[in-house]
């Protein structure tokens, strides 16, 4: 007992002697010579409210390198290559500034840009004129303000896509509360998407321009943006003609749901839910489609859709160095589409900043009501279509993913808080396979 | 043809409202599921291993372009907080 009284006043003494308080301003001259974080001056004048400045809270970069192959294409009526290459590039920046009642405000400003090839997209010119690849353009700007005491948030986000054969407008609001224990979470997103599609037909329903004169040996092509080029022996382009193409609209509204509890020291769940309902130009118009005739024609999908994903998410930390990560989503839609998605990642910390996380994705699904393979629609039916992302099929996904965040950053680099890489190979039974890549690299 | 078409959407909705209907009943369940929970209400000190960035109940950052490809090759999408509809001419 003795020993008990002097360890407490020695240990309150040494506390006393290391204690110091902390200056009214910091010192600038100790600011590292590169720094994503601006120090923040305190203002003393103002009682009770001391603004804090607009500074860059972490920026994130995103690549993937996505290469597929498979033999059913759409473009050419569910036969024919799928061979794709998509090259994906994401930057994501956050600014956080601190308002009235060090309520908390988020900007989060994104830029997507995606390249790609498709084999088969050279056939919307029936000759395989057509030009193979695109590119598409993506940025995006989302403001969230979170209460400093509820934790609750508020936010609205605005979106814009481009490519050359689709544009994309988007706004959401979304808000979010946390209970009073601060163990559970709801949270509501409302999103609207207000798309046009640029009606590009295969060559062989574009209407033929007026040509008046075609040199004998000549070549007439139709690209995939419905310009028709008239071509010479030589190889040399001697006439073309521009179609202004018109557009169609696409609008997707949604609302999804959450709700996440805190189960114990470690368990968590969170249930998720959204109510999507599409109206416009839903298919394509490249995508062809064969009757039992032989005769082809452009695919046509209803002009309405309503969706009704419901997941559940389940992360428990197994042990003191495992984790298991699960979902599964229930899917159904009012085109006849039923699937079933399962996932479960276990990612095993071999030292408490560095992960290897292995993962299995389970998917099926049941077709569309209006999807037939190759030549098996009847030309008396009101829908078709014969892309296979509508058909019956069973998918697996799988891989292992690395995640380095050493205290110290990454290579050293204390900015570089964060690097992951992460490989998966998908299969499915219509012989589609796919391998993707990524890297995602976290700078604070 | 033009009542061919109308049959057609009047089915479509049928099928819309017994969708609503399952959701809301899957909903009822869950709040349910959730008020019958017995869940332990843990102090700030006992969440180290709940605020480990893997037990984040979201998509890993570097999984974004994946959720992406997955919605151009499948015919679901949603409930992951990627993709639902709309935003490119995959679905």
Known sequence: ?444 | MMTTSFIHQKILILHKLKMINQFVKVLACILLAISATSCVHLKEYQKSRLNDSEMALTNRKVEKNELNFQSYREGASGANAGKTGGGCGCN
């Not at chain 1, 005739?293 to 992360?315: A, C, H, M, Y």
């Open chain 1, 1 to 444: 007992m003795k020993k008990v009284y002097l360890s407490v006043i020695g240990f309150s003494i040494i506390c006393r002697l290391s204690a110091y308080s902390q200056p009214k301003s910091d010192s600038i001259g100790r600011k590292a010579p590169f720094s994503l974080y601006t120090p923040v001056m305190q203002d003393s004048s103002r009682d009770g409210y001391s603004p804090r400045r607009l500074r860059i809270d972490e920026i994130d970069l995103v690549s993937s390198y996505y290469i597929q192959n498979g033999d059913h294409s759409p473009i050419t009526g569910g036969i024919g290559t799928e061979h794709v290459i998509d090259f994906s590039n994401g930057l994501d920046v956050n600014l956080v500034w601190f308002g009235q009642g060090n309520n908390k405000n988020t900007l989060a400003a994104g830029l997507g840009y995606d390249h790609h090839s498709s084999a088969s997209a050279s056939y919307v010119a029936l000759n395989g004129g057509a030009k193979p690849g695109g590119t598409r353009i993506y940025p995006s700007l989302d403001w969230t303000l979170e209460n400093a005491k509820t934790g609750g948030t508020f936010g609205i986000g605005a979106y814009y896509s481009g490519e050359y054969n689709y544009k994309s407008k988007g706004l959401d609001l979304h808000w979010s509360e946390k209970t009073a224990d601060k163990s559970g979470e709801f949270g509501v997103k409302l999103q609207g998407y207000f798309d046009k599609v640029t009606l590009i037909y295969p060559s062989e329903f574009v209407p033929a321009p007026i040509i008046t004169v075609i040199p004998p040996g000549s070549t007439i092509i139709t690209t995939a943006s419905g310009n028709r080029e008239v071509i010479n022996t030589g190889g040399q382009v001697i006439s073309n003609t521009k179609n202004s193409l018109p557009t169609s609209p696409r609008t997707t509204l949604s609302a999804s749901f959450s709700y996440s509890q805190q189960i114990n020291t470690r368990l968590q769940v969170m249930f998720l839910g959204d109510l999507v309902t599409q109206s416009g130009y839903l298919g394509l118009p490249f995508h062809r489609v064969y009757f039992n005739t032989g005769k082809d024609t452009i695919e046509k999908l209803p002009s309405s859709r309503f969706k009704l994903p419901l997941g559940v998410r389940l992360n428990y930390f197994l042990g003191d160095n495992v984790i298991l990560r699960a979902y599964y989503r229930y899917y159904m839609d009012n085109w006849g589409i039923r699937s079933n998605t399962a996932s479960l990642e276990v990612p095993y910390k071999v030292t408490p900043f560095f992960s290897i996380s292995p993962f299995y994705r389970y998917y099926d699904q049941t077709a569309a009501r209006y999807f037939a393979p190759y030549e098996q629609h009847s030309p008396t039916d009101p829908y078709y279509t014969s892309n296979y992302e509508y058909s019956k099929f069973q998918a697996g996904f799988y891989g292992v993913g690395f995640r380095i965040a050493p205290p110290k950053g990454v290579f050293g680099w204390q900015n570089f808080h964060e690097l992951e890489i992460r490989y998966g190979h998908y299969t499915e039974t219509t012989d589609l396979i796919s391998d993707v890549i990524s890297v995602s690299m976290g700078f604070k």
